[in-house]
């Protein structure tokens, strides 16, 4: 019987293939051709900067790795210009935030995948089985999406993304390194425990001597916060049961102001950088200022429980800074932990083996990516490694850069080597070097990474 069962799903497999295969060679239209792919629901939406863009349901195991069990859909955004172009595998890590098009795939005149990750807003398992969240699922994930799609795009294919979006990249191409033939990973963190203190190191040297005494003007300020918070707290809106209550809440965002000030500021900003730190200002303009900084109200249950999934992720695998509070000690109230933001009632434990698996991987065993970072953001200190067995990866600073580093902000060497690096790689000239101003254009005009940036901007993630 068991036997009679496997030719059977054997044969269904077999005629399911030789059907989508049949579909694809009669369809001329991307349309057409989408339908014909098996798990795949696609919505036409608009046509933007030259291609055509589909909003696409593609069905998921939960897990990749059982015979059977709960399937669910996983967003994705395509922007088709043509079938003969490189293919752009982005995401954010986390959910859709905006429509639009990498630097990269403009560069090259790509076609490009935004990709929503598993957990996150409508691309979430019904059982949201909590053991299914972790990277080797999630690659699967981005593998069945090469692998289908591959049906039709059959160019080089790069990789990318910013931050948990570029982490998600590396994790990808490590499990499933010939799906890919490209990856550029702008300020993606490698961290090994759920207080990694390198950050805290980091963040009380970054800017060296220059910036000490803003380092030491931020400490006041949050001092200042801290023992004026009975001033200040009514002032919150919002409900914050989660972390225990406003008052808590509110002494989370203070401990995270420096982090925050270094992650996503520049300390030469006319409004908030380091001069306009109001030392010896009003307690109101010091909340003020903070408000601009690290808007305690982003750590209201509402805006907490959209994220509760990377937490998850963060507290079993992917790990996460310590924060330096030594000179806040006297006028702490309440514990500060990775597991306060966690989902309630589910079990787990944190583990580093897959983050040193991941790091093993990228020294050994990666060829051609591209990491870069930002000289003043706190994740640079958990960059990940370069190759120690002579193989193609690449790691590039953007001075004065912060969490929203990438490779069109690098100076113009850096830059001009990453343009002709994935030109190589991906055997294309950049499609806007025809014409010298449209080429100068593309890093101009917002960008994905633009949109993506101001949406972890605004609720202080990575």
Not at 155 to 166: C, D, E
Not at 245 to 260: I, K
């Amino acid at each position: 019987m068991k036997v009679l069962i496997l030719f059977i799903m054997i044969s269904l497999a077999v005629s399911s293939y030789a059907d989508e295969t049949t579909c694809l060679e009669g369809a001329t239209k991307i349309e057409e051709k989408l339908e014909c792919l098996e798990g795949v629901q696609s919505k036409y939406l608009t046509e933007l900067q030259g291609a055509k863009v589909f909003e696409i349901q593609i069905e998921q195991p939960t897990n990749h790795f059982g015979r059977e069990g709960e399937k669910f859909y996983q967003k994705l955004i395509l922007h088709h210009k043509n079938e003969a172009e490189p293919m752009v595998l982005q995401t954010s890590g986390y959910s859709i935030f905006g429509i639009s098009q990498a630097a990269i795939t403009r560069l090259f005149g790509a076609n490009q995948i935004q990709v929503e990750h598993r957990f996150f807003s409508t691309s979430t398992p019904d059982s949201k089985d909590w053991k299914y969240l972790n990277i080797q699922q999630s690659a699967a994930d981005f593998h069945r999406i090469v692998t289908v799609f591959k049906k039709i795009y059959k160019a080089k294919w790069l990789n990318t993304g910013a931050s948990k979006g570029g982490m998600t990249s590396i994790y990808h191409r490590r499990f499933y390194p010939d799906d890919i033939d490209v990856t550029i990973a702008d300020v993606a963190p490698l961290s090994f425990s759920t207080r990694d203190q390198r950050y805290n190191i980091f963040i009380e040297s970054v800017g060296s001597d220059q910036y000490s005494q803003c380092r030491e003007d931020l400490k006041s300020l949050q001092k200042d916060l801290l023992i004026h918070r009975d001033e200040l707290v009514p002032h919150l809106g919002g409900v914050y049961k989660k972390l225990g209550g406003p008052d808590a809440a509110y002494e989370h965002a203070v401990m995270e102001l420096s982090f925050a000030f270094w992650q996503y500021g520049n300390p030469k900003d006319t409004l908030y950088g380091c001069s306009k730190i109001p030392v010896n200002g009003s307690i109101i303009e010091k909340f003020s200022y903070m408000t601009a900084v690290n808007d305690a109200t982003s750590y209201a249950d509402d805006g907490l429980e959209k994220f509760v999934s990377y937490y998850f992720q963060a507290a079993t695998q992917l790990g996460s800074p310590d924060t330096f509070t030594a000179h806040l000690e006297k006028y702490r109230k309440y514990d500060y932990d990775i597991d306060q933001y966690t989902p309630e009632n589910v079990s787990y434990n944190y583990s580093n083996a897959a983050m040193l698996d991941v790091e093993e991987w990228v020294r050994n065993e990666a060829d051609k990516v591209i990491f870069v970072y930002g000289e003043f953001d706190p994740w640079t200190a958990g960059e990940f490694p370069v190759s120690e067995a002579g193989k193609q990866v690449h790691k590039f600073v953007v001075a004065g850069g912060n969490h929203g580093a990438k490779f069109n902000l690098l100076n113009n060497t850096d830059k001009s080597q990453v343009v002709a690096l994935v030109s190589k790689w991906l055997e294309k000239a950049p499609a806007a070097e025809i014409e010298s101003q449209k080429f100068k254009n593309v890093f101009q005009e917002e960008t994905l990474e633009d949109i993506e940036f101001r949406a972890r901007k605004k609720i202080k993630f990575y």
